[in-house]
């Protein structure tokens, strides 16, 4: 059974890095092909993509958000890290990770995280 | 990028209706389209992969269809458990982007 869970801060102030660690269970990221990935949602807003790694270490990111973001895996304890620098209230938003199954397989995030809010204020 | 433009943004339906949701992509994205279901306080919830393909476990009233730039989501028959938000995702190339949503409210 898979599982992911996000954690994290719930309050951050505006221009600090948020760091969010992703912790699942149920697939490895060492199994090739397989992914996680982060996605965000503003209150009553759209989901939007943000970053993806892979089991290689291949590492994707949104164009609009690339500067901001870095997303690192640790294999051995089943983590994937993302961190996002210069956090604006903008960014106040639910933040999920989720499992890809295969890179080009089976692209979708077929199990999702609960999801943690973040909500960015002085 | 490529953009996902869904419509209608929201919709009133009865129970028993067929509901249909439209997912436009900016440029061709093969069938690399999925569609999610949200509710109210959960993480979406996969139903259907590479445009018409029904994931385990979701109720066969659930169609997709389409390929290209076009696409679309069907209920043959809404259930009261089917008031939700539905996104569409396309999958062809990064940054996987999502379309704006479509809500579904009971009539």
């Known amino acids: 059974q898979i599982t992911l869970k996000e954690s994290g801060p719930t309050l951050v102030k505006p221009t600090q890095t948020l760091t969010l660690t992703c912790t699942f269970s149920?697939?490895?990221?060492?199994?090739?092909?397989?992914?996680v990935g982060w996605i965000r949602q503003p209150p009553g807003k759209a989901l939007e993509w943000l970053a993806l790694i892979y089991w290689d270490d291949d590492k994707r990111y949104s164009p609009s958000l690339k500067s901001r973001l870095t997303i690192t895996k640790d294999t051995s304890k089943n983590q994937v890290v993302l961190t996002m620098t210069n956090m604006d209230p903008v960014d106040t938003a639910t933040y999920y990770c989720?499992?890809?199954?295969?890179?080009?397989?089976?692209?979708?995030?077929?199990?999702w995280g609960q999801g943690t809010l973040v909500t960015v204020s002085s | 990028d490529i953009q996902m433009t869904q419509s209608p943004s929201s919709l009133s339906a009865s129970v028993g209706d067929r509901v249909t949701i439209t997912c436009r992509a900016s440029?061709?994205?093969?069938?690399?389209l999925n569609w999610y279901q949200q509710k109210p306080g959960r993480a979406p919830n996969l139903l259907i992969s590479?445009?018409?393909s029904l994931q385990s476990g979701v109720p066969s009233r659930f169609s997709g269809s389409g390929s290209g730039t076009d696409f679309t989501l069907t209920i043959s028959s809404l259930q009261p458990e089917d008031f939700a938000t539905y996104y569409c995702q396309q999958s062809y190339s990064t940054p996987g982007t999502f379309g704006q949503g479509t809500k579904v409210e009971i009539k």
């Open positions: 590479t445009a018409s």
């Open positions: 440029q061709s994205i093969d069938i690399y």
């Open positions: 989720a499992h890809r199954p295969h890179r080009t397989l089976n692209r979708v995030f077929d199990y």
């Open positions: 149920g697939f490895s990221l060492s199994t090739s092909g397989v992914g």
